[in-house]
């Protein structure tokens, strides 16, 4: 091999070519879409992508030593991958774009919050997750899944749970599952006006999910609020529809 592995960067790299194309496939390919891969590594997904070549691509990958890799390997790909922490990363296109990636399994809840904060110019998301952040980012309310981060993500966009993705697709295979999931953005379909009292609103419920709304809430809501019927449930028990009722009535 001509690179090294690094565990602590989430370095499982997918090496099933079937798999990579099965993954590539799940991206509605448009002329002209502005396409960012997270993570590149050394480039499982990325030869697929090149290959469309009517599309603007970019990568953004922490790595050096896979940076100059993909640069070597893939003449096409100059000056297209930026080397960066994602976390840390402004968005890459002045306009809408699509985000494909196998992720750093380590950073999955960070990297679903810096989405939602460039959710304005996301279009569509194809992510790949331990099995279990997937399925908590599509689970259902009254799910023992269902948290902060199905309700934020579910608030701005309609997620599908694809397919799991074997370990034995990767090198080396990793101790968890995985599975593929889409994004697509809603357009903020319930009208949320104020992001940063809703994500706190939910957080603020979910950190006690065992108690009441009454009691997880009390800090944050006026006291008339806490009389409202609904405050005898549990954060899992609310859709997200009543989480975006009760922003818009008491905490906005
Ligand atoms: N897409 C490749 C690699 C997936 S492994 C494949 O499927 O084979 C995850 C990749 O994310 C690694 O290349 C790792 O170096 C990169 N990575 C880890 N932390 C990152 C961060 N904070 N910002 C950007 N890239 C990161």
Not at 77 to 88: A, G, N, S, V
Request: with cysteine; charged share 25%; proline share 5%.
């Amino acid at each position: 091999m001509q690179y090294t592995l690094k565990k602590s960067l989430g370095q499982h790299f997918l090496h099933d070519e079937n798999m990579c194309r099965k993954i590539v496939l799940q991206m509605q390919h448009r002329q002209g879409m502005n396409l960012l891969e997270i993570g590149p590594g050394a480039g499982a997904l990325t030869k697929y992508l090149v290959e469309w070549e009517d599309i603007a691509y970019k990568a953004i990958e922490i790595d050096k030593e896979k940076v100059e890799y993909l640069y070597k390997t893939f003449p096409g790909l100059k000056d297209k991958i930026i080397l960066q922490d994602i976390l840390k990363a402004n968005a890459p296109f002045n306009t809408m774009f699509n985000i494909i990636g196998n992720f750093p399994y380590n950073i999955s809840s960070q990297i679903l919050f810096k989405i939602l904060e460039w959710e304005p110019q996301v279009e569509e998301v194809i992510g790949m997750f331990q099995k279990e952040v997937a399925q908590r980012i599509a689970a259902p309310p009254g799910s023992k899944t269902y948290g902060i981060l199905s309700v934020l993500i579910q608030a701005f966009f309609k997620v599908e749970y694809l397919f799991d993705v074997h370990e034995k697709c990767f090198t080396p295979p990793p101790k968890v599952k995985s599975g593929i999931i889409r994004m697509v953005n809603a357009k903020n379909p319930f009208g949320i006006n104020n992001r940063e009292k809703f994500s706190l609103l939910v957080k603020t419920a979910f950190n006690q999910r065992r108690k009441t709304l009454r009691n997880a809430l009390k800090s944050i809501l006026p006291t008339a609020a806490l009389a409202d019927p609904i405050m005898s449930k549990r954060a899992e028990q609310l859709s997200v529809a009543d989480f975006v009722a009760l922003h818009k009535q008491y905490y906005f």
